[in-house]
Structures are given as structure tokens and as C-alpha cells.
């Protein structure tokens, strides 16, 4: 089985006209993507940020929750939020992950697009169970990850579709599909491919 990490990327991501941009961290997406993170057996949520003055504030974020009150009255947020930290890039990120578990990672990119050479949820669940090579999955934030990005991804993963043509999922709801689809009990292939 692949260890699994997640990056939730805000640089480089492109803003509403396609340009590359920052974007700021938010609360929510710290929050719920970790506690989506735990829940699905993932070792590590990075939040990519180069901005190091959003750190204080995730840091805060990280420290409420981590400890004092709200560990105390929230222990399971705690335990989601023990698998987060801050990362400075996406290269920060694999370097990481490729100290702790002797490999660079698989780059598994996400992207509310098709596009030509998409990989099914299927195939990629089936090579998690059968590879033991790291896997890193790479969630964007504003409009997306930048085309860059997507192009230096070993994977890009075929867009969630609903059975309506309206395609503006948040990147949380969108993470956890993909963690449901990928590594959840009920959607795992029963014939590994
Ligand atoms: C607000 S969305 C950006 C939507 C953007 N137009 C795009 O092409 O990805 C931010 C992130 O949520 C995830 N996401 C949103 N909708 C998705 C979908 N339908 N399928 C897969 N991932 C999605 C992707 O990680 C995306 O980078």
C-alpha cells in the first residue's frame, strides 16, 4: 500500500483570467481537509503557502486546536490537526515526504478540467493498494493548480462530475470525494487491476 500525503496548494495556482497567483490560507480548508486527511489513513497534510506571513495565522490555527482548550475540549481535532503542517512549496513538500519514507513521492494531481490523458479513480485506487512508492495528492485553491503544475504531475485524476453540468465544487468538498473515491472501505476495487 502507498503511504498517502496531501498538499493543499496556494502557489502556483491561477487566478479567475488564468493567471498564476498566491492565494491566501483559510481557516476552513486547514480544518476540515485535515479532519478528511485523518479519517482516510493519510501520513501528512501539507498547506503550501510561500507567503511566510500567512504562517502565524496557521500556526495559531494549528496551536488552538493542538493544544490548551481546544485540545481539551476537542481531542479528535487535535488528532486531525497533528498530521498538518506548513510547507513552503510543492519541492518543500516531496522533499519531505522523500525524508520519511526513502523515496520521492508520486505527484497526483487534481483539476475541476478534463483533458486529454486523465487517469480513473479506479486505476489509481488499484495502484495505491499495489505500489509501495509515497503518493502525494495535489489540491489547488483559487481556480485551480497552474498549468505547470499539472504538467510536471505523474497522475492527473479525471474530474468529479456531477450528473448536472454545474461544476463549481470547493476544494474540501472536492478533497474529500477524492479520498472517499481513492481509499474508502466501500469504494476500494474488489479485483485489483
Ligand atoms: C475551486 S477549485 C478550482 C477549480 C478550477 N477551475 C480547476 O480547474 O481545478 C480548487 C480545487 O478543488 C479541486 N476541485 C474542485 N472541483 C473539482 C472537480 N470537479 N474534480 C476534481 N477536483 C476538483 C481541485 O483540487 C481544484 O484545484
Redesign the pocket.
Known amino acids: 500500500m502507498s503511504p498517502v500525503y496531501c498538499a493543499l496548494v496556494h502557489h502556483p495556482v491561477v487566478d479567475r483570467g488564468g493567471e498564476e497567483v498566491s492565494t491566501s490560507v483559510t481557516n476552513l480548508d486547514v480544518h476540515d481537509i485535515a479532519r478528511s486527511a485523518r479519517t482516510y489513513g493519510l501520513r501528512g497534510y501539507f498547506v503550501v503557502s510561500p507567503i511566510e506571513a500567512q504562517y502565524p495565522v496557521v500556526q495559531r490555527i494549528l496551536d488552538h486546536w493542538r493544544e490548551g482548550s481546544g485540545k481539551n475540549r476537542f481531542p479528535e481535532r487535535a488528532e486531525a490537526l497533528s498530521i498538518v503542517e506548513i510547507s513552503s512549496s510543492v519541492d518543500d513538500a516531496i522533499t519531505r515526504v522523500e525524508a520519511r519514507e526513502g523515496q520521492p513521492p508520486r505527484l497526483v494531481a ?4 478534463s483533458g486529454v490523458g486523465r487517469t480513473s479513480y479506479e486505476l489509481e485506487a488499484a495502484r495505491l493498494i499495489r505500489e509501495p512508492q509515497p503518493t502525494l495528492l495535489l ?7 497552474s498549468e505547470s503544475l499539472l504538467r510536471r504531475a505523474d497522475t492527473v ?1 479525471e ?3 456531477g450528473p448536472t453540468d454545474y ?1 463549481h ?3 474540501r468538498a ?1 478533497a474529500a470525494i ?1 479520498l472517499d473515491r481513492l481509499l474508502g472501505r466501500n469504494s476500494r476495487p474488489k479485483d485489483p487491476i
Open positions: 487534481t483539476s475541476a478540467q489540491f489547488g485553491t483559487g481556480h485551480g493548480l485524476l474530474p468529479i462530475q461544476n465544487l470547493s476544494v472536492a477524492t
